[in-house]
T-cell receptor, first 115, second 111 residues
Framework: DAGVIQSPRHEVTEMGQEVTLRCKPI?????LFWYRQTMMRGLELLIY????????DSGMPEDRFSAKMPNASFSTLKIQPSEPRDSAVYFC?????????????FGEGSRLTVL | GQQVMQIPQYQHVQEGEDFTTYCNSS?????IQWYKQRPGGHPVFLIQ?????EVKKQKRLTFQFGEAKKNSSLHITATQTTDVGTYFC???????????FGSGTRLSIRP
């Protein structure tokens, strides 16, 4: 079975450029989470969706970040404009239900470097 | 707000020694999960604890949930080089669907 699929795996861009990260959750999973991981701040929850609806985006750093989930099989995290402090590994994760229980399945992550 | 404290931040042990990491929450938890992340990898689910005072074992790993459901621990007996990685607790709250990760404990092992 295919797991959570993220793209790109690596992205290097210059400050000010737009970055779009993509995620395909496991088929049939109804909850999707975006996390950011850095050495300094650890694993931070940015936003999560239940049944394609954003539930809590309080972790989104600022207006430069936006996330969408147009359908059950696709989500994007966009940063515009990007800044060097956005450099991190961004993980997408999904789980089957919307109740707060059950294993989170993580993708391989997208490593973003903003120069 | 929800806060998850995890200690220690780092642990370096001799192969064969035991290892323990602790997770403490500022509020009562509904459930708690543990994940392992290998260097360069992604977090992988280990276990979920639900009941007050619950103890679960997976081979050399023992997981405990505190009686008040505000703390948890992961203990590894006789560490092996394959145990290297960062161990995270993750707090799940019944009032919301979100999952908050602790700061993690990085385990390194001297062969």
């Amino acid at each position: 079975d295919a797991g959570v699929i993220q793209s790109p795996r690596h992205e290097v861009t210059e400050m000010g450029q737009e970055v779009t990260l993509r995620c395909k959750p496991i088929s049939g999973h109804n909850s999707l989470f975006w996390y950011r991981q850095t050495m300094m701040r650890g694993l931070e929850l940015l936003i999560y969706f239940n049944n394609n609806v954003p539930i809590d985006d309080s972790g989104m750093p600022e207006d430069r970040f936006s996330a969408k989930m147009p359908n059950a099989s696709f989500s994007t995290l966009k940063i515009q404009p990007s800044e060097p402090r956005d450099s991190a590994v961004y993980f997408c994760a999904s789980r089957p239900g919307t109740a707060n229980t059950g294993e989170l399945f993580f993708g391989e992550g997208s490593r973003l470097t903003v120069l | 707000g929800q806060q998850v404290m995890q200690i220690p931040q780092y642990q370096h042990v001799q192969e064969g020694e035991d290892f323990t990491t602790y997770c403490n929450s500022s509020t009562t938890l509904s459930n708690i999960q543990w994940y392992k992340q290998r260097p360069g990898g992604h977090p992988v689910f280990l276990i979920q604890l639900v009941k007050s005072g619950e103890v679960k074992k997976q081979k050399r790993l023992t997981f405990q949930f505190g009686e008040a459901k505000k703390n948890s621990s992961l203990h590894i007996t006789a560490t092996q080089t394959t145990d290297v990685g960062t161990y995270f607790c993750a707090d799940l709250y019944s009032s919301a669907s979100k999952i908050i990760f602790g700061s993690g404990t990085r385990l390194s092992i001297r062969p």
